[in-house]
């Protein structure tokens, strides 16, 4: 069920105060449709003139009226949402610039020792420069909201991808691989290891004027920055017994310390990304994210060919060595994976642009439609629904054995100390009875 429109009068007022327009085009807004009553056709008249976008018309058409600017950039799209907070297309309104607008989920940065360390990292993200790596601009914070803006990637990442159109070609699979093991070891030169390679974390975009496509790694800005010195200090928000990662790219290592990883665990990681490129399934299909967790521990994974018959061995090697329990076992570096991966990289031909609409969505894409649950959280009002426990991006896990045991030995002092009280009432009154029979 949609959520109620507001009338024509409601929605030219939201857009007033909106400051989307400047006063001169909402006058002449005003003049040209002066005769139209109904608010959907407003907005589209308003997006078709490219005076506000469709997400823009969507939220003036569900009643908002703030929430479009943060600090120096205008929100003109919602990209999506995880467990990291919410990621907007916004532009810079003095540098004419398109970013990726990441607004931090309130969990992240919810005391001043965490806006520290978060800030610290990005700052030592913003020092990575690589064509692999999706580029931080700006970090900061504004009213309590906390933002990084990145390099904004018009193109999937490579789990959609490959959810649409299946596993890629050895080479092609390859090449995207090698360039991510390119992108690493940049950051391994600069002491960063990112903790959350995956799929969905790596971005794929068109070179312009080639038809080869460029992978880009994302989410740098929320790396541990690794140092000899002080490893645990400069960690963002780690609990005691909780894993950060994600189930079915994480390294058996890093489910057991969090703190104690290094390149190693990331080239895991890589390599079980390099499995469902390979294949179109995760190394370690279905069950609960504790026998993920377990299975990364103690299992192999079918073997790539058996799912791929036509794979060559020696790409079946590699990633068997990429998924090696014991770190040591692995590929060492991200440049000794190049090596290994440069006679088997070939860039070819993406089906590309991955989004581009059959002629029914383009049809339905004409209507400014409503979403149920669309919200915007760059207002400080607006709720935010993101959370850090979320088991399709950064994942939360508390030792379930031990929350047991603590629950267990607390249900036994209960139960002691009811046996004892009822123990002492029966003695009391036992006493009662042989000093006074009568």
Known sequence: MNPVMVDRETFLQNLRVSTLLTPHQFRAVIDRLA?????REIAKALASWKLITKYQAKMLLMGRNTGFFLGPYRILDQLGQG????VYKAMHQTMNRV??????APQLVGTARAQELFLREVQAAAQLSHPNI????????????????????????LERYVKKHGPLPFGLASEVIYQVANGLQHAHEKGMVHRDIKPANLLLQQEDGHET????ILDFGLARLQTVDAPRAKSVLAKENTVMGTPDFLSPEQSTNLHDVDIRSDLY???????????????????SVMEKVLRHHRELPAAPETLRPALP????????RLLAKNPADRFQTP????EALAPHAAPSVMDWPIAAPSTGERASQENIELAEETQVDTEPRAQSSTQISDADSILEWVDVNRRKRRLARRVTLILVVAALLALGIALTGLLGWALFPW
């Not at 999706?134 to 990442?157: K, T």
């Open 35 to 39: 005769s139209v009553d109904n608010t």
């Open 83 to 86: 467990g990291m907070g919410r």
């Open 99 to 104: 970013v990726a607008l990441k607004i931090l």
């Open 134 to 157: 999706v580029m931080a601009f700006d970090a900061n914070e504004i009213d309590g909201r906390h933002y990084l803006a990145m390099e904004y990637v018009d193109g999937p990442n």
């Open 213 to 216: 496509v460029r992978a880009k």
């Open 269 to 287: 990681s890589l390599g079980c990304t390099f499995y469902y490129l390979l294949t179109g399934e995760v190394p370690f299909p279905g069950g």
């Open 313 to 320: 061995p020696k790409i079946g090697a590699i990633v068997s």
């Open 335 to 338: 440049d000794e994976l190049m």
